[in-house]
Structure formats: C-alpha cells, structure tokens
C-alpha cells in the first residue's frame, strides 16, 4: 500500500511534468520576480517622460524597494491565484472525465491516497515555482534598490507559500467534489472572492486566508506576524480536504 502510494504521488509529479504545469508556473513565477523590480524602478521615469511629451510636469517621491515589494505582492498575489486556478481546476475532476480515476479506484487505492499524491504534487510545483520567483524578485531588487533585506524577504515568501497552497488545496478538494473540471474553477474563484470580502469585516476579517499575502509586506519590515489568517487557513484546508474527500468517496462513475 505505501509502495502504491508512493508510485501514485510520482505518477502525479511526473504528469505535473509532461502537461507542462510545472514550467508554465515556474515561468510565471519568474515573470512577476522579474517585472515587478523593474516596473517600480523605470515606471516613474516612463510616466513622466510621456508627460513632458504633453507639457505636463509629473514628480514621484522617492522610489524605493517597498514599491517593488507592493508590485510583487499585488500583481503575483492576484493574477497567480487565477493561474494556479486554472491549472488546477482539473486535477481530480478532469480525471473523471478521461476515466483515469476509475483505473485508480479499482485498485486497493483510497480516495485520501489520490487526494494527498495531490496535494504533494502541489507543494513540489509551489516550491519550485516560489524558488525561482524569490531569486529573480530578490536579485533584481537588490540589484536596483538600496537596503533591501534579502534574508526577511526569503522568510516572508512562507506567507505567500501557504496563501497559493491554500488556493491550491481548495481548488482540488472542489475539484474531487464536481464532475467537471470549469466547476471546480468557479467554486474556487467563488471562496476566493469570498475570502477576500470577508476579510473586510472586523470580527472574522483576521482570519481569512486572504490576509495571508499582506503578512509578506509586515515580515520584510521586521514587524510581528498576525496568526489569526494562519489559523483560519488551517483550519479552513482542514474541512476543505475532509468536505471533497467525503463527497470524492461518494462519487459513482
């Protein structure tokens, strides 16, 4: 059963491969690390030459890494969610539809076994992935920006580690619960959208997984992190992993 297992979490690894998920995430990664330094550095210098074009005088304070941190944090925090969505979404539901979960199931395999080969494939894609986007992210700005604290900022990543881990767990326990892979898109956009509303509110705001991403900007500057959005993401992938294995057992081809 273990040697099963483990051959499953390598099938699921070597098949991250072969569809490219785990280049295309990686690429992506690299992407925001590189564009984000660069775009809080020349951006200034791009929006006041197109005024001067136009006779009108625009002045920027002074530049520094934060902005390149806050580029980081909004552009990768947001439009990497809906990748790592998209790419995702299929990972159990799909499997049903092309009928390669059945070969599984009649094996002495269990559902908890497929769901957490899953989840392992997972962290190997973020780990890589997260790798490549702190050593482009933390070079360039380095490079560019003086005072940058390049060992706080490899600490923070942790905060956006667990914050994609959570989008990406949610999005295969929805995925082990549908049948169709655009379902368990739109369930997860819909938590996600969720999340990030409630993070608005005072009484459970602290707790949304959602908070998660501003915790890098705190942990740079050498502030305390906040373990409320720590907590409620555990114990929100906690029920999400329980919910989509029960409604995954319940499945009938």
């Not at 297992?5 to 590189?34: A, D, H, P, Y």
């Not at 707790?207 to 915790?215: E, Y």
Request: charged share 10%; glycine share 10%; proline share 4%.
């Amino acid at each position: 059963m273990a040697f099963l297992e483990k051959s499953i979490v390598k099938k699921e690894i070597l098949e991250m491969v072969r569809t490219s998920r785990l280049l295309i995430w990686t690429v992506v990664c690299m992407i925001f690390g590189i564009i984000s330094p660069l775009t809080a550095y020349y951006l200034p210098d791009i929006i006041s030459a197109f005024g001067a074009t136009e006779n009108i005088a625009i002045t920027f304070g002074n530049i520094t890494y934060h902005d390149s941190v806050e580029q980081y944090i909004k552009n990768f925090g947001q439009i990497g969610t809906i990748v790592l969505i998209l790419m995702m979404m299929g990972s159990v539901a799909g499997e049903k539809v092309d009928g390669s979960v059945q070969f599984l199931l009649v094996r002495p395999v269990g559902t908890i076994g497929i769901l957490v080969a899953k989840l392992v494939s997972l962290l190997v894609l973020l780990v890589i992935g997260l790798m490549g986007s702190i050593l482009t992210m933390g070079f360039y700005t380095w490079y560019l920006f003086p005072g940058f604290p390049g060992f706080r900022f490899i600490y923070a990543n942790l905060f956006l580690f667990l914050y994609f881990f959570a989008i990406g767990t949610i999005t295969i326990a929805i995925s082990a619960s549908v049948r169709k892979p655009i379902l368990a898109g739109i369930g997860t956009l819909g938590v996600w959208l969720l999340a990030s509303i409630m993070g608005a509110i005072r009484s459970i705001g602290p707790f949304s997984f959602a908070k998660l991403p501003g915790q890098v900007v705190q942990a740079i500057e050498g502030f305390p992190f906040e373990w409320q959005p720590i907590v409620g993401t555990a114990i929100l992938l906690c029920l999400c992993i329980l919910a989509g294995n029960m409604l995954f057992a319940r499945w009938e081809p």
